[in-house]
């Protein structure tokens, strides 16, 4: 098993920044994928970066390159998101998940394993 508790998340005017924490903790989550996505209301869950172990290989969702970068820290079994320009859009619950079976990182969410509780990200106009 996997305890995933992310942290960051608030309320953030249009064009500021924000910097996404997630904490992994019970079986070691240092050589797995690790993996954000998000959940605006009324809409499904969609894919925002995943990386992989070894940071080496780094995957983002098309709207969010540029703007966003994920980063890991296996020492601390910990991934970040760090979120630039934020969007009215960019508005969801923001997920961190890990990937226990995948050698290369996904943005299918079915291949993740373990999911955390989600912090919710309000940017304003």
């Known amino acids: 098993q996997v305890q995933l508790v992310e942290s960051g998340g608030g309320l953030v005017q249009a064009g500021g920044s924000l910097r996404l924490s997630c904490a992994a903790s019970g079986r070691t989550a240092r050589t797995y994928i690790m993996g954000w996505f998000r959940q605006a209301p009324g809409k499904e869950r969609e894919f925002v970066a995943a990386i992989m172990w070894s940071g080496t290989i780094r995957s983002y969702a098309d709207s969010m390159k540029g703007r966003f970068t994920i980063s890991r820290d296996n020492a601390k079994n910990a991934v970040y998101l760090q979120m630039n320009s934020l969007k009215s859009e960019d508005t969801a619950v923001y997920f961190c998940?890990?990937?226990?079976?995948?050698?290369?990182?996904?943005?299918?969410?079915?291949?993740?394993?373990?999911w955390g509780q989600g912090t919710q990200v309000t940017v304003s106009s």
């Open positions: 998940a890990v990937d226990v079976r995948s050698a290369i990182p996904t943005s299918d969410g079915k291949r993740y394993d373990y």
